[in-house]
């Protein structure tokens, strides 16, 4: 079992900046691939940004590159998702994952954390 806790979220007016924090608990994290996920108000959760477990690739979903950076701490057993130059449409609930590389891609295992509201304002 992995555990996972996020914080950092809040309120930003647009073109702000955030930085969210998952700190993992349970078995090895540096086993992990690590990701995040959002979820907006009455759509599905989509896939936002993932990192290897060396940190040596990382992933994101198109309309938040160049702006999203995904980082992991081993030793801290903690993963970052630093948010610049946000967006309204970036406002949703954001939730880190604990998973494994796939075919160039990442693919989530069950393990959640509750999630961190980010609310980005116009």
């Known amino acids: 079992q992995v555990q996972l806790v996020e914080s950092g979220g809040g309120l930003v007016q647009a073109g702000g900046s955030l930085r969210l924090s998952c700190a993992a608990s349970?078995?090895?994290?540096?086993?992990?691939?690590m990701g995040w996920f959002r979820q907006a108000p009455g759509k599905e959760r989509e896939f936002v940004a993932a990192?290897?477990?060396?940190?040596?690739?990382?992933y994101y979903l198109d309309s938040v590159k160049g702006r999203f950076t995904i980082s992991r701490d081993n030793a801290k057993n903690t993963v970052y998702l630093q948010m610049n130059s946000l967006k309204p449409e970036d406002t949703a609930v954001y939730y880190c994952n604990a998973g494994h590389p796939v075919s160039g891609s990442y693919a989530p295992y069950n393990y959640w954390g509750q999630g961190t509201q980010v609310t980005v304002s116009s």
């Open positions: 349970g078995r090895t994290f540096s086993n992990y691939a």
């Open positions: 990192i290897t477990w060396s940190g040596g690739n990382t």
